[in-house]
């Protein structure tokens, strides 16, 4: 059984002009384990897997389906040869029901016509042996991404998949459900399904894999036992130096109060409720303050509302002491307010222009940068590379690089590196770790608590449970639209935070109570 | 480069690609290129239809072929009926002349394109320019007001009246989040009607005194507006050409400094590229929507103001069937131009080039002006293919190559966004 491989990626090289981005990769993947692939953004995980997809072809290697050599052209060859995937983000249609998203592209027929109620028979079978419990009949849009998930995991067992990768699975779960999931991956395990589970998250690695192959920077680093390992040792291969896991911060400081909310209301842009019902809260100087929650109960909207970006449709906010309810963007941001926001790619940044340009977007008609209508290019290029030094912003030509070549971390400090300097009391920071590495993870919020310790009031957004354990000095969970508790970080755990993100528990109202099903 | 390396040591680290990699030389070559297979198919095109057609002979598909890329220098034929090549005043000053007004339309769709609208509208705002422009220029006594002056308000109003209606679709856009080719193809159409029932209430406009004129309004020299020659004259003798390019040239120039150097052209730049970072940055969004698309009407306007006012052109007021295609021409202008303001200009010259060589191979060979057509037409698609050929050079796009994708860049490793976008693409 000790080298029952079920599949082998062997010395995979895959070269991309100026990168290589797998170096002599080596993955085998044993009958029934779960094995974990481990690696910083840009380590090489999404291209190793691309290959195993037959999206792209090796330059070096070789790959084989139980010990006999085979060939992967495209994704049907993975598909033929009983590979599946779970995406971290779900390809299911939305209107569809369950059932059909399960059966769909491989439905049975007979005479062309569609064998419902086979496919049902056969999904609600596969539903018992695995616990996987869903709806057959309920649409996609009607149930929680949990259970969305579960249908993506029906879906390949619907297709005999035989090895199941699944990537990133947890970014969109409650810590409960995450469990959820760690038992239904055990169990698939056991009846000798085999399992690719991509992540950085350490903690689900130790829980659940068998083993765990390490990659950093296109290199294979090493694969070994989790029982053999401890989280650090895990971390330091990963990131190839020590890294601190914990943030270091002492005791907020709360100062005065910077901004004030009061009932704010936001509408939905694709719904006719509100996004965000009655929401209060104050943010105080010095001090960090998490929105918490699941991804979808209006954060983000809580956000546009305060930054303008939507309308609000009720409340009021008073920023400085100035309110500015339903000022612009513009004179929101000039009354002291900076935002990191959630999308960089979107908003963040225009990926089209040049970093130098990117640094002054809210700043180009200041005197400093303009004369007369003109810009003094001169000018902005010197504030650029200010900028760049002071936050070691890496990009291939320095302040003429276009935003768009710069990898995912440096766009992220570009970002952050404008905001920051723009020196206002509020600091709107939406997940501003999404994505990056763990190198670059710590330097970020290295500099949100030390901004915090200069006086700064940071109001965070962020989906990552870590993260706001870690950092915030106070957190307010959104449920639906509302702020259902405000908890103590020094005395709440992950679990207790988990009720109140699933509307399991709300403070004041101490009962169970369940909005969706 | 060496100025700023003087400057401060700091500014070493911006440093530029090598010649070749830049993207701006990418871009001409791109440009240059594509025109080259443009003229190269429309040559075979022009072999084919004589090897297809019994009564045109392979030498004058090779004749043809020859005036497909030097038409421009065509002197006729001489004694012996063989064609003449050499410096043609009257078709280079012509050539001029028609890219007056390509080198505004291509301008106004340029600008549109560059805050990220399509300006589809420039035929409709080229004729209410038009209209504008000759009402201004035919009604204000001449005997009484400068003709300069009477020039003047007559360019303005062209410019203007392009301008309220190229804001027509901005506003819509930018209130309704009407989509503005939608807009503006209905704006033509709308244009083009009602300057046609303008001109059909306005018989005093009309040319009335020569007969085989009728549906023409009158020049405007009969009023004795007419623009300067600025000397070109001398340069182009016998030719149409008027000081009108070198304003059309002016113009570009202005627009390319607006455009790259300004406060405002920055704005409109990056709500082009980005709308949303745009906003997020506190740029009003819309109402920049709204400025473009004016200023591209503006430029529209202008093709008509400067194209009417050289007073050698007559307007055919019974409109409401067609549409100007030098209205429409400006696109493919613009693409070939990579919306580059400088690059119109050339782009713009080109294009006329193409409509002088099509009436030499018209005139001297017996190519009929349908088929003559019909070649510059595959020239002009062809070159509008500039932005592939682009892609091309710089190894974005591998035509014939299995199936891989490159990052985007090379230099640094690849950022999340796509790696999600490669996982994505394994489903």
Known sequence: MENDYVIEMLHITKEFPGIKANDDITLQLRRGEIHALLGENGAG???????????????????????????????????????????????????????????????????????????????????????????????????????????????????????????????????????????????????????????????????????????????????????????????????????????????????????????????????????????????????????????????????????????????????????????????????????????????????????????????????????????????????????????????????????????????????????????????????????????????????????????????????????????????????EGEIVGELDPKQTTVEEMGLYMSGAKRDGKEETHHGKA | MAKHNAVSPLLQKSTRPSFLKREGTRTVIASLVSIAIGMALGSVIIVLVAALNDSITMKSAWEGVRLVFFGIFSTGRNALGGLTFGFNAVSIGDMLFRATP???????????????????????????????????????????????????????????????????????????????????????????????????????????????????????????????KLFLDKIFPGSQVNGGILIAILIAVLVYIFMTKTTFGFELKTVGSNRYAAKYAGINDKRDIVISMAIAGALAGCAAALYYLSGNTEFYWSTYQTLPAVGFNGIPVALLAANNPLAVIFSGVFMSMLNISGLQIKNLTTYNEYLTDIIIAIIVYLSAFSLMIRMLISGQLKLFHKKQKTPPQAASPPDPADEESGKEASA
């Not at chain 1, 990768?165 to 395990?189: C, H, K, N, S, Y």
């Not at chain 1, 900076?338 to 963040?348: N, S, V, Y």
């Not at chain 1, 000018?379 to 030509?397: C, H, N």
């Open chain 1, 45 to 479: 995980k999404s291209t190793l897997m691309s290959v195993l997809f037959g999206l792209y072809q090796p330059d070096g290697g070789v790959i084989k389906k139980e010990g006999k050599e085979v060939r992967i052209k495209d994704p049907n060859d993975a598909t033929a040869l009983g590979i599946g995937m779970v995406h971290q983000h779900f390809k299911l249609i939305d209107v569809f029901t369950v059932l059909d998203n399960i059966i769909l592209g491989a439905e049975t027929t007979k005479l062309g016509f569609l064998q419902k109620k086979d496919a049902k028979k056969q999904v609600l079978a596969l539903s018992e042996k695995y616990g996987l419990k869903v709806d057959v009949n309920a649409k996609i849009e009607d149930i929680t991404v949990g259970m969305q998930q579960k249908v993506e995991i029906l879906k390949m067992l619907y297709r005999k998949n035989e090895i199941l990768i699944f990537d990133e699975p947890t970014a969109v779960l409650t810590p409960q459900e995450i469990d959820e999931l760690m038992d239904v991956m055990r169990g698939l395990a056991r009846e000798g399904k085999s399992i690719l589970f991509i992540t950085h998250k350490l903690n689900e690695i130790m829980a659940v894999a068998d083993r765990v192959t390490v990659l950093r920077k296109g290199k294979f680093i090493g694969t070994v036992n989790t029982a053999d390992v401890t989280k650090e040792e895990l971390s330091t291969m990963m990131v190839g130096r020590p890294v601190q896991l914990e943030v270091e911060k002492t005791p907020a400081k709360p100062g005065k109060t910077v901004m004030k909310v009061e009932n704010l209301c936001v509408p939905s842009r694709l719904y006719k409720h509100d996004a965000v019902k009655n929401v209060s809260f104050d943010v105080h100087a010095g001090e960090i303050l998490c929105i918490s929650g699941i991804d979808g109960n209006g954060q983000t909207e809580l956000i546009n509302g305060l930054t303008g970006l939507d309308r609000i449709s009720g409340g009021k906010i008073t920023l400085c002491g100035r309110e500015i309810t339903h000022a612009s963007i513009r004179k929101k941001s000039d009354a002291g307010l900076a935002h990191i926001p959630e999308d960089r790619h979107k908003h963040g940044l225009v990926l089209g222009e040049r970093l130098e340009e990117n640094m002054v977007l809210q700043r180009f008609k200041e005197k400093r940068f303009q004369r007369c209508g003109f810009i003094k290019f001169d000018e902005v290029r010197k504030y650029a590379d200010d900028l760049i030094e002071r936050f070691d912003v890496r990009s291939g030509q320095g302040a003429v690089t276009t935003a768009r070549s710069m990898s995912g971390g440096n766009q992220q400090k570009a970002i952050i590196a404008r905001e920051l300097d723009r020196e206002k009391p509020l600091l709107i920071a939406v997940q501003p770790t999404r994505g990056l590495d763990v190198g670059a993870i710590e330097n970020i919020h290295a500099r949100l608590v030390a901004e915090r310790d200069k006086g700064r009031a940071i109001l965070l957004v962020s989906l990552e449970l870590e993260e706001v354990m870690s950092l915030s000095d106070r957190i307010l969970v959104m449920y």
């Open chain 2, 102 to 228: 390509l080198i505004l339309t291509g301008l106004s769709v340029a600008v549109a394109f560059k805050t990220g609208l399509f300006n589809i509208g420039a035929p409709g705002q080229f004729l209410m320019g038009t209209a504008a422009t000759l009402y201004v220029a035919l009604s204000i006594p001449s005997e009484k007001v400068p003709a300069a002056l009477i020039w003047l308000l007559a360019f303005l109003a062209g410019a203007v009246a392009g301008a309220l209606w190229g804001s027509i679709p901005g506003l819509l856009k930018s209130l309704l989040n009407i989509n503005e080719v939608i807009a503006c193809i209905m704006t033509n159409w709308i244009a083009a009607n009602l300057v046609t029932w303008f001109f059909d209430a306005h018989n005093e406009l009309k040319n009335a005194a020569e007969s085989g004129k009728i549906g023409y309004v009158c020049k405007t020299s009969s009023n004795g507006v007419v623009t300067s």
